[in-house]
């Protein structure tokens, strides 16, 4: 074979393999977009549809250093009653090293509210909706939202057996059953959708308010995992399609398959979970507005931006004053 021989053969196989490249992108692309709109019509199917609440405009900054923070609401909201924050996390994806850790901010921890004064923090939503819930915590935490997300109860129980359909096994204590509308018996046990609502919203142990907070993190760290498996990245453009209807954000879906992109082949390591406050940094206090948490700001300030680095020394030595 001649070399201009040689240099047709390369520049053919190169042609080609471009050819091939770009129907596969284009495939990929399509098969998403297919699957999208697909499990959106089988979510719009569905009685329970998220309410059409339109909130100010959410201004939190660009994401930097490809680090991104999502306030995760879950709202108690009925009809054109928007109602406290019954659950406020925020959940951190770093798209480099692809990992994922979730805070949770108790809703009692007493804080100032931008041109309200001193309430609960879950009052913030109340008063303004997701954005000033995020003014309340950048003044009071120094920490900026990218981006919000906000779940109904009665979205939360169609999302987690969307994406674990085989359920979520926890263990149990004690039996639980007030403000739940259930009853949840001792012992290890699979648990759906409703069930896990049950388990993630009871609070009235000895725990309190902390124990419910922990359950949900455990529920969290779980679907996380479910969310990560090889069935779930073929599944992912349709599990975002029936999940849409549920959720009221401001996350565009293409930086949703981006994140659960990453998150599924990017071997990330387990979820990290972190409290606000820390052990031993609060008082419980009564006030005008009730119960509240009175914190220790600085400590609890600086604990959350060391969690939150992408420094892992940091977030070790956190964990362990946690």
Do not use: C
Request: a negative charge; charged letters at 25%; zero cysteines.
């Amino acid at each position: 074979m001649t070399k201009r021989e040689k240099k047709r053969t390369k520049r053919k196989w190169l042609r080609n393999l471009f050819i091939i490249f770009t129907i596969f992108i284009l495939s990929v692309g399509a098969y998403s977009i297919i699957q999208y709109y697909k499990g959106l019509s089988v979510a719009m199917d569905d009685s329970y549809i998220k309410d059409e609440t339109t909130f100010e405009p959410f201004e939190g900054p660009e994401p930097q250093f490809g680090e991104i923070n999502v306030l995760l609401i879950g709202s108690d909201s009925r009809a054109d009653d928007r109602g406290n924050s019954d659950t406020i996390m925020i959940a951190h994806y770093n798209q480099n090293t692809h990992d994922m850790k979730i805070v949770s901010l108790m809703r009692d921890i007493y804080v100032d509210i931008p041109e309200h004064g001193k309430y609960k923090l879950n009052a913030a939503y109340a008063f303004g909706g997701p954005e000033l819930l995020r003014k309340t915590i950048k003044q009071n935490f120094d920490i900026d939202i990218n981006y919000y997300a906000v779940v109904g109860f009665e979205g939360f129980p169609k999302i987690v057996d969307l994406i674990a359909p085989n359920g979520i096994e926890v263990d149990i204590e004690n039996e639980m059953k007030y403000g739940i509308g259930m009853t949840l018996h001792p012992g290890k046990q699979v648990l759906h959708g409703k069930e896990l609502l049950g388990y993630v919203r009871f609070r009235h142990d000895r725990l309190s308010d902390f124990g419910r907070v922990g359950r949900q993190q455990e529920v969290m760290s779980k679907l996380k995992e479910q969310a990560v498996s090889i069935h779930s990245l073929v599944n992912l453009p349709k599990i975002l399609g029936m999940a849409e209807p549920y959720i009221n954000t401001n996350v565009d879906a293409s930086t949703l398959l981006a994140v659960g992109k990453g998150l599924i082949v990017g071997n990330s390591k387990q979820m990290e979970t972190f409290r606000i406050p820390l052990q031993d940094t609060f008082e419980n206090k009564s006030v005008d507005v009730g119960a509240v948490l009175s914190i220790d700001f600085e400590k609890n300030t600086q604990a959350l931006k060391d969690f939150l680095s992408s420094d892992d020394a940091s977030s070790e030595e956190v964990a362990v004053h946690e």
